[in-house]
């Protein structure tokens, strides 16, 4: 592994120099006569690493401070025989039964009282500091076993931290949060004023009043409280897993160490977390984000890719989607012949440097029996051991060519930001997260090839074009000189709604919004409010209209609530600013409906050699289209293809010039692409003029172009 500095950035590179292609093994699922065998199939398909051990504490201590690893260093061996080295899990996500029935108190508990039990899985209290005590003894054991293996390269973190529950109202966990705040505020007059305690009398004399934010008791909690909760559990969360990483750092500092993460949830991925780590690790299922219906699934893919990558760089799948998906709650649909090839292409487009297919084989027993794998129950190869085999040798042969490269941006969307997202979770009022509310323009941008991702103020945003913050209403003073030095040197900069609203306690602030923003933006927002989403039906109120009463069918909530851009009305929802622009900013866009008919709702001012606008509502599909295509012309934003033909996704990765162009058809037709350029196809290793390329159903092109 690359020794290199572990600073976060979406452009960062997994420090890497082998791309690692595998599947997640259990041994312990099957006889160990299938070692063997497996171990030959996996690498014939071309895989170099397999990941094991995440569910097996069990196994490796089957009684306290007695160890047995003789099952996987039997199956270590033999899948390193075949050049086939492993991926090691801590396996704290399933304590085993003797742990948990000796010591109950390190259970879960919910909200509602209710206690975690055992028979599942994340059901213990990673809060708890005896259970903290425990995960450190396995982890210590297994390094201290591992230490000098060769075939062990690297280790992830326990499983999915939070994915299945996140939250615990524990006597430990009560305890954690009073200490996390003592260290926060250090006097107890501080977290008053932080909280607003005069507000309902919310005052406190010690930080032993303090009590967990529990959900409508009887009506909503203090909002601070609430999102210094969860910034307890994001740090509890960090705190956990960096006791294992100090271990296994400690023990061997050659190992790489990364963590797959599922479902982001109490997660700062821009934190501790991901500093603790050498990249981060990210489970790719796109038919869980898209259960119902096959269309979009590839666009959601495509953002939390794109979000994952925003917050600390390129990144390993420990678990791409193979067959369909299956717990006792739920099923997937299946991932039609070349699909399961298109999403791994698709991963690598947007920054994967490692994607092992989960799961090797379906298990036989358990709660994932219809969780298919690479094999199917009956240990046959059939499509999806040769499509997976397909691509592991393609990726083999252009390995070299991928690592070390970056996905190229023209166009960043603020974010990834734990506390944004937090600080509009505590007090919603019904809005969309900045993350949703940001889905609009990258959908925009997605459907027409124009690169654009998830990029964080203090990254490098000067490698930008256009740079869109959605409403973060939780705004740092150390933020605005980087926008204003964007700026200045010609970026174009786009400023939602309620951004710079709040004061980092997540109050009101005292200011006319957007407050720290405002010289920048040249604007002050001098009344706002809630409106229907753009989706809402109609309003009696709405409907009893002289149109109505004409026997005219009455106008949308859609159309009640526009903006016209120029000569286009579009729809707005969500919110609404009247704006007051000062001397020498233009107005861009007016509302035209209501009380608010002819107030400025858009505006723009020019400063250095950049331009600044500001928006005074969330982002619709129509209002993305109007208010963005003549910004992206006028700051030299372009498609990476032009034309592109619906379904198919195109991403660049890039280094010294060198450019990696993907071109993906997400589709189940094939399609025809009229104008690519010239270059090299390094899926297979043919040499194209620039002109036309015909993909085949799901069918993939890696471009290679020279500097």
Same mark, same amino acid.
């Given at each position: 592994?690359?020794?290199?500095?572990?600073?976060?950035?979406?452009?960062?590179?997994?420090?890497?120099?082998?791309?690692?292609?595998?599947?997640?093994?259990?041994?312990?699922?099957?006889?160990?006569?299938?070692?063997?065998?497996?171990?030959?199939?996996?690498?014939?398909?071309?895989?170099?690493?397999?990941?094991?051990?995440?569910?097996?504490?069990?196994?490796?201590?089957?009684?306290?401070?007695?160890?047995?690893?003789?099952?996987?260093?039997?199956?270590?061996?033999?899948?390193?025989?075949?050049?086939?080295?492993?991926?090691?899990?801590?396996?704290?996500?399933?304590?085993?039964?003797?742990?948990?029935?000796?010591?109950?108190?390190?259970?879960?508990?919910?909200?509602?009282?209710?206690?975690?039990?055992?028979?599942?899985?994340?059901?213990?209290?990673?809060?708890?500091?005896?259970?903290?005590?425990?995960?450190?003894?396995?982890?210590?054991?297994?390094?201290?076993?591992?230490?000098?293996?060769?075939?062990?390269?690297?280790?992830?973190?326990?499983?999915?931290?939070?994915?299945?529950?996140?939250?615990?109202?524990?006597?430990?966990?009560?305890?954690?949060?009073?200490?996390?705040?003592?260290?926060?505020?250090?006097?107890?007059?501080?977290?008053?004023?932080?909280?607003?305690?005069?507000?309902?009398?919310?005052?406190?004399?010690?930080?032993?009043?303090?009590?967990?934010?529990?959900?409508?008791?009887?009506?909503?909690?203090?909002?601070?409280?609430?999102?210094?909760?969860?910034?307890?559990?994001?740090?509890?969360?960090?705190?956990?897993?960096?006791?294992?990483?100090?271990?296994?750092?400690?023990?061997?500092?050659?190992?790489?160490?990364?963590?797959?993460?599922?479902?982001?949830?109490?997660?700062?991925?821009?934190?501790?977390?991901?500093?603790?780590?050498?990249?981060?690790? #990210?489970?790719?299922?796109?038919?869980?984000?898209?259960?119902?219906?096959?269309?979009?699934?590839?666009?959601?893919?495509?953002?939390?890719?794109?979000?994952?990558?925003?917050?600390?760089?390129?990144?390993?799948?420990?678990?791409?989607?193979?067959?369909?998906?299956?717990?006792?709650?739920?099923?997937?649909?299946?991932?039609?012949?070349?699909?399961?090839?298109?999403?791994?292409?698709?991963?690598?487009?947007?920054?994967?440097?490692?994607?092992?297919?989960?799961?090797?084989?379906?298990?036989?027993?358990?709660?994932?029996?219809?969780?298919?794998?690479?094999?199917?129950?009956?240990?046959?190869?059939?499509?999806?051991?040769?499509?997976?085999?397909?691509?592991?040798?393609?990726?083999?042969?252009?390995?070299?060519?991928?690592?070390?490269?970056?996905?190229?941006?023209?166009?960043?969307?603020?974010?990834?930001?734990?506390?944004?997202?937090?600080?509009?979770?505590?007090?919603?009022?019904?809005?969309?997260?900045?993350?949703?509310?940001?889905?609009?323009?990258?959908?925009?941008? #997605?459907?027409?090839?124009?690169?654009?991702?998830?990029?964080?103020?203090?990254?490098?945003?000067?490698?930008?074009?256009?740079?869109?913050?959605?409403?973060?209403?939780?705004?740092?003073?150390?933020?605005?000189?980087?926008?204003?030095?964007?700026?200045?040197?010609?970026?174009?900069?786009?400023?939602?709604?309620?951004?710079?609203?709040?004061?980092?306690?997540?109050?009101?602030?005292?200011?006319?919004?957007?407050?720290?923003?405002?010289?920048?933006?040249?604007?002050?927002?001098?009344?706002?409010?809630?409106?229907?989403?753009?989706?809402?039906?109609?309003?009696?109120?709405?409907?009893?209209?002289?149109?109505?009463?004409?026997?005219?069918?009455?106008?949308?909530?859609?159309?009640?609530?526009?903006?016209?851009?120029?000569?286009?009305?579009?729809?707005?929802?969500?919110?609404?600013?009247?704006?007051?622009?000062?001397?020498?900013?233009?107005?861009?866009?007016?509302?035209?409906?209501?009380?608010?008919?002819?107030?400025?709702?858009?505006?723009?001012?020019?400063?250095?050699?950049?331009?600044?606008?500001?928006?005074?509502?969330?982002?619709?599909?129509?209002?993305?289209?109007?208010?963005?295509?003549?910004?992206?012309?006028?700051?030299?934003?372009?498609?990476?293809?032009?034309?592109?033909?619906?379904?198919?996704?195109?991403?660049?990765?890039?280094?010294?010039?060198?450019?990696?162009?993907?071109?993906?058809?997400?589709?189940?037709?094939?399609?025809?692409?009229?104008?690519?350029?010239?270059?090299?196809?390094?899926?297979?290793?043919?040499?194209?003029?620039?002109?036309?390329?015909?993909?085949?159903? #799901?069918?993939?092109?890696?471009?290679?172009?020279?500097?």
């Amino acid at each position: 592994m690359k020794k290199t500095e572990r600073s976060l950035s979406a452009w960062r590179p997994m420090p890497l120099d082998t791309f690692l292609l595998g599947v997640p093994h259990y041994p312990e699922h099957v006889d160990r006569s299938f070692l063997e065998r497996d171990a030959d199939r996996i690498a014939d398909a071309g895989f170099n690493v397999v990941r094991m051990g995440e569910f097996a504490w069990n196994l490796f201590e089957p009684a306290l401070g007695q160890f047995d690893f003789g099952l996987f260093d039997e199956a270590i061996a033999v899948f390193g025989s075949r050049g086939v080295r492993t991926l090691m899990c801590t396996p704290t996500a399933t304590p085993p039964r003797w742990l948990t029935a000796s010591e109950p108190d390190l259970l879960r508990v919910t909200a509602a009282g209710t206690t975690h039990r055992h028979g599942s899985r994340q059901h213990a209290d990673t809060t708890n500091q005896h259970f903290r005590e425990h995960s450190r003894r396995i982890t210590g054991a297994m390094a201290q076993h591992y230490r000098a293996n060769p075939d062990i390269i690297g280790w992830q973190t326990d499983n999915e931290l939070n994915t299945s529950y996140s939250e615990s109202f524990s006597p430990s966990a009560t305890a954690g949060f009073r200490s996390f705040l003592r260290d926060r505020y250090a006097r107890i007059e501080r977290l008053n004023l932080a909280w607003g305690g005069r507000f309902w009398a919310q005052d406190y004399d010690d930080f032993e009043q303090v009590e967990l934010p529990y959900p409508m008791t009887p009506v909503a909690s203090n909002p601070t409280q609430v999102l210094d909760y969860h910034r307890y559990l994001a740090h509890a969360t960090a705190m956990f897993q960096r006791d294992q990483v100090e271990i296994l750092r400690s023990v061997n500092p050659d190992w790489f160490i990364t963590h797959n993460i599922g479902v982001i949830r109490d997660i700062d991925m821009r934190g501790d977390f991901a500093r603790d780590l050498d990249f981060l690790g #990210y489970d790719i299922y796109p038919f869980l984000k898209d259960e119902r219906l096959r269309e979009g699934h590839a666009f959601l893919q495509a953002l939390h890719i794109d979000l994952v990558r925003g917050a600390a760089g390129n990144m390993l799948v420990p678990e791409q989607q193979s067959g369909f998906g299956s717990q006792p709650g739920f099923a997937t649909v299946v991932p039609e012949p070349g699909e399961m090839r298109r999403m791994a292409y698709s991963s690598i487009a947007r920054g994967a440097d490692g994607v092992m297919f989960f799961r090797w084989r379906p298990a036989h027993f358990g709660a994932e029996i219809y969780w298919m794998g690479i094999l199917d129950h009956d240990d046959q190869c059939r499509r999806r051991y040769a499509e997976a085999s397909r691509f592991a040798h393609e990726v083999g042969r252009m390995a070299s060519a991928v690592l070390g490269t970056s996905v190229s941006l023209d166009v960043g969307i603020a974010g990834p930001d734990f506390e944004q997202e937090e600080a509009i979770k505590a007090y919603s009022l019904g809005l969309p997260t900045p993350q949703d509310a940001a889905i609009p323009l990258h959908r925009y941008c #997605y459907e027409r090839g124009i690169s654009c991702g998830f990029v964080h103020p203090e990254d490098a945003i000067g490698r930008l074009k256009l740079y869109f913050v959605p409403h973060w209403v939780m705004w740092e003073p150390r933020w605005t000189p980087l926008l204003a030095r964007f700026v200045e040197d010609g970026g174009t900069l786009v400023v939602g709604a309620r951004t710079g609203a709040h004061t980092p306690d997540n109050h009101m602030i005292a200011d006319t919004p957007p407050g720290e923003l405002r010289a920048l933006c040249g604007t002050a927002v001098v009344e706002f409010g809630p409106l229907p989403p753009p989706d809402a039906p109609a309003l009696q109120s709405d409907i009893d209209t002289p149109a109505h009463a004409a026997g005219r069918p009455a106008e949308s909530s859609r159309r009640r609530h526009a903006i016209t851009i120029g000569h286009e009305q579009v729809p707005a929802g969500w919110w609404y600013e009247e704006l007051a622009p000062d001397d020498g900013t233009e107005i861009l866009g007016r509302w035209n409906s209501r009380f608010l008919a002819g107030t400025p709702a858009i505006t723009r001012r020019r400063n250095g050699r950049g331009t600044v606008v500001y928006a005074g509502t969330l982002l619709t599909p129509e209002l993305t289209a109007a208010l963005f295509a003549p910004l992206f012309e006028a700051a030299g934003v372009e498609p990476l293809l032009a034309d592109l033909p619906p379904g198919v996704e195109v991403t660049c990765r890039e280094r010294d010039g060198s450019r990696l162009l993907f071109i993906l058809n997400t589709r189940a037709g094939p399609v025809a692409l009229a104008s690519v350029p010239a270059g090299t196809d390094l899926v297979t290793g043919r040499v194209l003029d620039r002109g036309r390329l015909v993909l085949e159903p #799901y069918g993939c092109a890696v471009l290679q172009q020279a500097a």
